[in-house]
């Protein structure tokens, strides 16, 4: 059965209630394609990889997508303003940076059976890998939010086995 045509200001006048901390999003379709609104702000650590592409257009304010280039393992920042929209390739680490007030939608494939998405930790010191969690996605929102959280709650999964540095949970205050 066809659903009907969501009126995205009207859903965000009276769903933004939805969009809580610490991942901000709410699934809106959940089909072959998974669309999901996304606000801000968010206090993220962890870089998202998953095996399918994923489409970011970013409706108000702008965001920053942090990632970790595949091509030679660089770490960028890719600014998506208002009105833009960015392709992401598959298995490419990213983590988005939303602000306050903004709001972006996102599109990812569903995910093939076997597929493993993963959440990665990276030291703010030495850039090693900290930790990493895998699991099959079925519902993106929840599973995030449940491996997010259990590694804040895990000291020994957030100290670096290169520096001994401890990784953070929440994104550093920016220095003055």
């Known amino acids: 059965m066809?659903?009907?045509?969501l009126n995205l200001p009207k859903w965000l006048e009276e769903n933004s209630h939805l969009l809580k901390p610490p991942i901000n999003n709410y699934c809106v379709y959940n089909d072959d394609v998974t669309?999901?609104?996304?606000?801000?702000?968010?206090?993220?650590?962890?870089?998202?990889?998953?095996?399918?592409?994923?489409?970011?257009?970013?409706y108000k304010g702008a965001m920053l997508?942090?990632?970790?280039?595949?091509?030679?393992?660089?770490?960028?920042?890719?600014?998506?303003?208002?009105?833009?929209?960015?392709?992401?390739?598959?298995?490419?680490?990213?983590?988005?940076?939303?602000?306050?007030?903004t709001v972006g939608i996102v599109l990812e494939q569903k995910r093939p059976a076997g597929s493993q998405d993963?959440?990665?930790?990276y030291c703010q010191a030495c850039r090693s890998v900290v930790h990493e969690k895998s699991f099959h996605c079925t519902d993106l929102g929840s599973q995030i939010k449940?491996?997010?959280?259990?590694?804040?709650?895990?000291?020994?999964?957030?100290?670096?086995?290169?520096?001994?540095?401890?990784?953070?949970?929440?994104?550093?205050?920016?220095?003055?």
């Not at 066809?2 to 045509?5: A, C, D, E, H, Y």
């Not at 833009?84 to 306050?100: D, G, K, Y």
């Not at 993963?118 to 930790?121: K, T, V």
């Not at 449940?146 to 220095?175: I, M, Q, S, T, Y």
């Open 146 to 176: 449940e491996a997010v959280n259990g590694f804040r709650d895990d000291e020994g999964a957030r100290r670096c086995g290169n520096c001994g540095e401890l990784a953070d949970v929440v994104p550093r205050a920016k220095e003055s």
């Open 118 to 121: 993963r959440l990665r930790w």
């Open 2 to 5: 066809l659903g009907t045509p």
């Open 35 to 58: 669309v999901m609104i996304v606000g801000g702000p968010n206090a993220r650590t962890d870089y998202h990889i998953n095996e399918t592409s994923e489409w970011f257009y970013q």
């Open 65 to 101: 997508l942090k990632v970790v280039d595949p091509a030679d393992n660089s770490f960028r920042d890719i600014s998506i303003g208002e009105g833009e929209m960015f392709l992401l390739p598959p298995n490419t680490p990213h983590n988005p940076v939303r602000f306050a007030d």
